[in-house]
């Protein structure tokens, strides 16, 4: 959680203060105690897919600190190439399909992702994670559909930070208690504490062992908050700085600290090493994009377009 935290933070200050980083940038900062909890309880055979606000969760899933860093500076040893940006960190090495520019098209893809596994018949989950204001797609309606149809070994995780772009959550539906929408396919769901990890990590535990089991998917509402704009640019006008600072008070990395000094899990001293060492990690991720080369022009089309002429091979 402090690894991306920092990551977070360092990097804004790279794009705000020295222009390094350009494009669009979406934080996760305040979201950290989901991408913490999924880990915790999940296997590395899992798959992970999510929306533009992708880096926590990509450095969660363990795509390295490093090609994380050279990817929002564009270089060539990105974990897209340079060519994704912020919004489409990838690591396939890792299971980790990506951020998605498109709002709500990773959940239509996630569902693939479960229809793959389910057809090799393997015990791998994946988990799905989208914003509230993609809950409002037409895609989610569908997905869900086919998913409870087939029973596919999806999670359905709505990280839900109340303001989608910038239009709370109330200023949307009627329904403004998203779990809810899984009633209507009769799929398994609950409302959860997103800045608690231990809430997280139990009810990810329960519904990725429902769906091992072949007991099909389950929507989590994951009540969270964003400290940040929903990008770099958002005046932020939709709130009040009040309302950030109330919510400030329920920090999931500062609640986890107090919990792991208090109930002898690690000392001051450890807590100050763990973040010592965290920014040595992120320092050097900024040393390896800087001094990584940019992609070369003849890169420019590959990953890009396909030769029809290709003979695709079906096995």
């Known amino acids: 959680m402090q690894l991306i935290r920092q990551f977070e933070l360092i990097s804004e200050e790279k794009y705000k203060m020295e222009g390094k980083i350009r494009g669009f940038y979406h934080a996760y900062v305040g979201q950290e105690a989901i991408a913490a909890g999924c880990m915790t309880s999940t296997l590395s055979e899992d798959l992970f897919i999510t929306s533009y606000r992708d880096h926590g969760l990509a450095i969660a899933k363990g795509?390295?600190?490093?090609?994380?860093?050279?990817?929002?500076y564009g270089k060539a040893t990105g974990c897209a190439k340079g060519k994704g940006g912020s919004m489409h960190f990838f690591g396939k090495d890792v299971n980790f399909y990506g951020g998605h520019g498109i709002v709500g098209a990773q959940i239509g893809t996630g569902a693939g992702l479960a229809f793959a596994e389910q057809y090799r018949d393997s015990e791998n989950v994946v988990l799905c994670f989208f914003g509230d204001g993609a809950a409002r797609q037409g895609i989610l309606h569908e997905t869900f559909n086919l998913a409870m149809l087939w029973k596919l070994p999806v999670i359905f995780i709505c990280e839900n930070n109340n303001y989608a772009m910038g239009t709370s959550i109330e200023r949307t539906s009627n329904v403004i208690d998203i779990y809810k929408l899984a009633d209507a396919y009769e799929m398994p769901a609950d409302a959860v504490d997103g800045m608690s990890p231990e809430s997280v990590h139990e009810a990810?535990?329960?519904?990725?062992?429902?769906?091992?089991?072949?007991g099909g998917p389950t929507l989590l509402e994951l009540k969270t908050y964003r400290y940040k704009g929903h990008s770099i640019s958002d005046p932020q006008?939709?709130?009040?700085?009040?309302?950030?600072?109330e919510f400030k008070d329920q920090d999931p990395i500062q609640q986890i600290r107090t919990k792991i000094i208090a109930s002898n899990i690690a000392t001051e001293e450890d807590i100050l090493a763990i973040n010592a060492r965290v920014d040595s990690i992120v320092a050097e991720s900024v040393k390896f994009a800087e001094e990584s080369p940019w992609p070369d022009d003849s890169e420019v089309l590959k990953d890009v377009?396909?030769?029809?002429?290709?003979?695709?091979i079906i096995d």
């Not at 990810?204 to 072949?214: G, L, N």
């Not at 377009?305 to 695709?312: L, M, R």
């Open 204 to 214: 990810v535990d329960r519904a990725v062992k429902r769906a091992r089991e072949k």
């Open 63 to 72: 795509v390295s600190v490093n090609s994380c860093m050279a990817e929002l």
């Open 237 to 245: 006008k939709y709130r009040s700085k009040d309302e950030v600072e």
């Open 305 to 312: 377009y396909v030769d029809q002429n290709y003979p695709f």
